[in-house]
């Protein structure tokens, strides 16, 4: 994921996050779209064939609120 310039001035972070139980593109969209309802995520890319999802979010957003958000959605976070 290349991060937009934008994003490295606002004092943003990537995280790469392990998710258990994504299996399709679908899984993909609910993994996405309940990140993006969270305050402070700017991107946001779900890749089920790598069980991974790539964020960009400024700091200061929790690990504990986007684990919740994924968790939320339907799958697990792999510690």
């Known amino acids: ?3 937009p310039r934008e994003c490295l001035q ?4 990537r ?3 392990a998710v258990i ?3 399709c593109n679908g899984c993909e969209q609910n993994v996405e779209t309940a990140l993006r309802n969270l ?3 700017n ?5 089920h064939d790598a069980d991974t999802v790539d964020v ?3 700091d200061g957003v929790s690990d504990d609120d986007v684990n919740a958000a994924i968790e939320q959605a339907g799958y697990d976070v792999k510690a």
């Open 39 to 41: 305050d402070g995520v």
């Open 43 to 47: 991107r946001v890319e779900a890749d």
């Open 1 to 3: 994921m290349v991060i």
């Open 21 to 23: 139980g994504m299996s």
């Open 10 to 13: 606002a004092r943003m972070e």
């Open 56 to 58: 960009v979010l400024k």
């Open 15 to 17: 995280k790469t996050i």
